[in-house]
C-alpha cells in the first residue's frame, strides 16, 4: 500500500513451484496479477513440458490458478487449463517432398491464451489457434487460423475450457 515513505508491504506470499525442474519439465509463476474482485486477486502457476522428436518437438505451457488469500494462504480455483502450445512435425522425407515444400518442410501449430477480467468472478479466456500445414505433408488437414472467446464464471469454473480437442494438447 502507498505510504508517506513509498510502498509498505502488506501481505507477501511463498508460491511453491515443482522442486525438480529439467529440460523437460519446469514451472514458473506468470509475471501478473489477476484481478478477481477490486480487493482479491490470482496468480497463474505455469506448468512448462516440452518434448523432443526426430524432426520437430512441442512446447506445452498449461496454468493453474490460485487466489492469493490473507495470512499468506492461496486457493486453487482452476486447474490445468490450456495456456499456450508450439508444435512441429517433420513433413519432408525425400528430395521431391524438399522441393514441393516451398521451404516449409514442417507442419506447425501453436496455441496462445489472452485473458481480459470483465466483471468481478468472470473472465474472458480469448484462446487463438493457427496451424500452417507444409506443401509436402502427408496430413489431410488445410492451414487455418482460428480463436474461440469463452467467458468463465470463476465461481463455477468447469474443469477444462470447452475449446476442440486438438486444441487441448497436454503431450
Not at 6 to 28: C, M, N, P
Not at 61 to 90: C, H, T, W
Not at 98 to 121: N, V
Request: aromatic residues 12%; neutral net charge.
Amino acid at each position: 500500500k502507498p505510504s508517506s515513505n513509498g510502498f509498505k508491504l502488506v501481505r507477501e506470499w511463498s508460491v511453491v513451484t515443482a522442486e525438480k525442474e529439467d529440460v523437460i519439465h519446469k514451472q514458473y509463476v506468470f509475471p501478473k496479477l489477476f484481478p478477481l474482485t477490486q480487493q482479491r486477486y490470482a496468480i497463474a502457476v505455469i506448468d512448462q513440458i516440452s518434448e523432443m522428436y526426430s524432426g520437430g518437438g512441442a512446447g506445452i505451457e498449461r496454468a493453474s490458478f490460485y487466489e492469493l488469500k490473507d495470512a499468506g494462504l492461496m486457493q486453487q480455483f482452476v486447474k490445468n487449463y490450456p495456456f499456450s502450445l508450439n508444435r512441429m512435425i517433420r513433413a519432408c522425407f525425400s528430395e521431391q517432398d524438399y522441393a514441393r515444400s516451398k521451404g516449409h518442410c514442417h507442419d506447425e501449430d501453436a496455441l496462445s491464451l489472452d485473458i481480459r477480467p470483465m466483471k468481478p468472478m468472470l473472465w474472458q479466456f480469448r484462446y487463438g489457434y493457427n496451424l500452417s500445414v507444409s506443401p509436402a505433408s502427408d496430413s489431410e488437414e488445410k492451414s487455418y487460423k482460428r480463436s474461440k472467446i469463452l467467458n468463465v464464471d470463476l465461481n463455477h469454473a468447469p474443469p477444462q475450457p470447452s475449446i476442440p480437442a486438438e486444441w487441448n494438447y497436454s503431450g
